[in-house]
């Protein structure tokens, strides 16, 4: 607690698989957590539920606002995404418009209404969510969201550099497949392939995500900033 005001965290994308196991682990530590999604979320205890859409600047900010005259917000996470799965050959480039509004620019506006709200507290964490097609593209992914990923990962270096002025910390993870409903949209085929590809034969769990997001939102983590966590059971590695 800062003063009377409860710390907390914003985390968008907070209806989905991820988004909701972050802000469960949060709540689970006392925080009250500012959830914004553009679909409904869970009430619970703990909990403050918004329709954010993230690709609308001023419904970003005004949640920024809204957390940051109530509670002492410490923490932002962009989780808001949209995987779409694709045959390369046949991408559609209106798909691709809108995976790169939802995933790079909400991301962008994510980090800036963060900063925003955080520069004048001098101080706060934010992670972002990158993922391991924004490292290899991706097998079997429209190129719209490895090429997103990989503007996320990007633009975390971008805001850890200007952060760092405030003692605001920009870091991202970079998640392999995990096992929910977005890896569902592969066809079984394909999901066997991204198995058998991975060392440890198995996909990540949300929890082990989590962990890595919460490890980046502490304070312990201190000077670690503009890093790009891998959560991928070691994909890249070759032997
Ligand atoms: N699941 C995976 O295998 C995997 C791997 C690597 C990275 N990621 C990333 O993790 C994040 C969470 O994925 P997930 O597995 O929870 O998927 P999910 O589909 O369960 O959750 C995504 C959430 O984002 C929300 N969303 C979509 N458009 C939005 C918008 N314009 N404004 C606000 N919210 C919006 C959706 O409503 C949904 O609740 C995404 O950024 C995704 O790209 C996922």
Redesign the pocket.
């Known amino acids: 607690m800062a003063g009377d005001k409860p710390n907390s965290v914003v985390v ?10 972050v802000a469960d682990s949060f709540l689970a530590d006392g925080y009250r957590v500012y959830g ?4 409904p979320i869970r009430a619970r205890p703990g909990l403050v539920a918004s329709k ?5 600047r001023e419904q970003v900010f005004a949640l920024a606002r809204h957390a940051a005259a109530e509670s002492a917000l410490k923490i932002w996470v ?6 779409e799965a694709a045959r390369v050959i046949e991408a559609d480039p209106d798909v691709w418009h809108k995976v790169i ?3 790079l620019t ?1 991301t962008f506006h994510g980090c800036a209404a963060a900063l925003s709200v955080m520069a004048p507290a001098q101080g706060g964490r934010i992670v972002n ?5 924004g490292q290899l593209g991706g097998l079997s992914v429209h190129p719209a ?1 490895g090429a997103s ?1 990989a503007g996320v990962h990007a633009l975390t270096k971008a805001y850890a550099l200007e952060g760092a002025k405030h003692d605001v910390y920009c870091n991202a ?11 569902a949209k592969f066809s079984p085929g394909t999901l066997d392939k991204i198995r058998a590809g991975i060392p440890g034969k198995r ?2 769990t ?1 929890d082990e ?1 989590v962990h890595a997001i919460r490890y980046l939102a502490d304070e312990r983590a201190g000077h670690t900033t503009g890093a790009i966590l891998q959560v991928n059971g070691g994909v890249l590695m070759t032997g």
């Open positions: 968008t994308g907070a209806a989905g698989d991820l988004g909701t196991a914004g999604d553009v679909a954010l859409d993230v690709t609308e962009n989780v808001a995404g949209l995987f509004a939802i995933n909400g969510v990158g993922s391991l097609s969201y990923k993870v970079a998640p392999g497949p995990i096992d929910g409903r977005m890896t996909l990540a949300m995500v």
